[in-house]
């Protein structure tokens, strides 16, 4: 069954350290993107990339740093230069470049501070 | 870059009536508009998606229509039913990114 899996579900930061989210695709889709859900917002794009190899700033990319070294691949680092990381991460793709088609949604990791 | 502003913010139906979720976008190149439907702690999914050269799209209960012109786009459910209850984000796409609402709670009442 295709799809994205996000991992952890549940992560938790101490001050000072970084932490990486996963997202693996089995979609065989060529662009994936992570967006950051606070409470009472919409989701706002953190990093997108079209290609393996490839990634560009989103809206919101300061304290975020990511990589796309395999197609089925696109792990978020929040470092410790994010002060108010607290929030619900959501990883998505699409089948090829651009925003003008479906996004397929992973089911989210939400990351709290200790 | 495109803003997408989205009204109203929580919306309580009855069982039954209509439910009508408005936005409006900014950049007038956006020329895709998809709505999802996300339930609590889980992922968003596409419940119906416009394109630009098209101004209504129906899928059973469920509508949208676009005006270019005004640069907005509405989301209509007919006959609601409690498994209707979530949050509706609409976005419009802007060449390699999309741009969402901030959200529409609904809560359908039994």
């Known amino acids: 069954d295709g799809g994205i899996t996000q991992s952890p579900k549940y992560l938790f930061r101490k001050e000072g350290q970084n932490v990486t989210l996963s997202c693996e695709q089995n979609l065989n889709h060529d662009a994936m993107y992570w967006y950051r859900q606070d409470p009472g917002q919409g989701l706002r794009l953190i990093y997108y990339?079209?290609?393996?190899?490839?990634?560009q700033k989103g809206d919101i990319a300061e304290g975020y740093s990511v990589s796309r070294e395999k197609k089925e691949s696109f792990p978020l680092t929040v470092t410790s230069a994010q002060k108010n990381p607290t929030a619900f991460y959501l990883c998505?793709?699409?089948?090829?470049?651009?925003?003008?088609?479906?996004?397929?949604f992973g089911d989210g990791t939400r990351l709290s501070i200790l | 870059g495109e803003n997408v502003e989205q009204h109203p913010s929580t919306l309580s139906v009855q069982e039954g009536d209509s439910a009508v979720i408005k936005c409006t976008y900014s950049d007038s190149a956006s020329n895709y508009f998809p709505w999802y439907k996300q339930e609590l702690g889980k992922r968003p999914q596409l419940i119906i998606d416009i394109r630009s050269n098209v101004g209504e799209k129906k899928d059973q209960r469920i509508a949208v229509t676009l005006n270019k012109t005004a640069k907005h786009f509405s989301l209509h459910i007919t006959e609601t039913q409690p498994e209707d209850s979530a949050v509706y984000f609409c976005a419009a796409s802007d060449d390699y990114k999309l741009s969402f609402g901030a959200g529409t709670t609904v809560t359908v009442r039994a």
């Open positions: 990339s079209q290609i393996v190899n490839d990634f």
């Open positions: 998505a793709s699409t089948r090829s470049p651009g925003a003008d088609q479906p996004q397929h």
